[in-house]
């Protein structure tokens, strides 16, 4: 998870947001969100690091 810079807007906000990539400061995807909470300003994201090399293998040929 991290917390946002900014208050939470609110769920209504991030509507069809789950899914989407969470980038490191190098933009590589490092996880995808998952859920979040407006009361504690955080954003929850599923960690690729477990998944990374089977996504590697699968989407190499996207990257060339």
Do not use: M, W
């Not at 609110?10 to 989407?20: K, L, V």
């Not at 504690?40 to 089977?54: C, M, N, P, R, S």
């Amino acid at each position: 998870y991290f917390r946002l810079p900014v208050k939470h807007p609110g769920h209504a906000f991030f509507q069809g947001c789950s899914g989407a990539p969470i980038l490191d400061t190098n933009n590589n995807v490092v996880a995808l969100v998952c859920g979040g909470d407006d009361q504690t300003d955080e954003i929850y994201g599923i960690d690729l690091a477990k998944y990374k090399v089977a996504l590697d293998i699968t989407y190499s040929h996207l990257l060339k």
